[in-house]
């Protein structure tokens, strides 16, 4: 593997239509899972500074817990006001039960 990749959680630790924080040591990042395929952003709204893991999620939209801008998950834009700036997203892939993220 190459070493932008980063094993952060255990598939299973992802619940099905909700977010999970992970802290991998130096960057805060969202996981989500949507029909069975998982999703990875930073953890932080470009908005309000707040953690989006304590947000809600609707299909693939996470509300910011802080002013309830949403972003779609799977490409970061914004898709409600206040948010109008994109938050960052990273590839994922799963490999023996564990999820991956490219944080390069």
Excluded at 52 to 57: A, E, N, V
Aim: aromatic letters at 8%; proline letters at 5%; hydrophobic letters at 35%.
């Amino acid at each position: 593997m190459a070493n932008n990749w980063l094993d952060i959680s255990a598939l299973d630790e992802v619940p099905e239509d909700d977010v999970l924080g992970v802290d991998t040591g130096g960057k805060d990042v969202a996981l989500y899972k949507v029909e069975g395929q998982v999703y990875a952003t930073d953890n932080l709204c470009t908005h309000g500074h707040a953690r989006l893991c304590d947000g809600f999620l609707d299909g693939f939209e996470i509300e910011c817990p802080l002013h309830q801008g949403k972003f779609d998950i799977r490409n970061g834009s914004p898709t409600c006001q206040p948010v109008t700036e994109a938050v960052r997203t990273y590839p994922v892939r799963i490999e023996n039960g564990r999820v991956f993220v490219d944080l390069g």
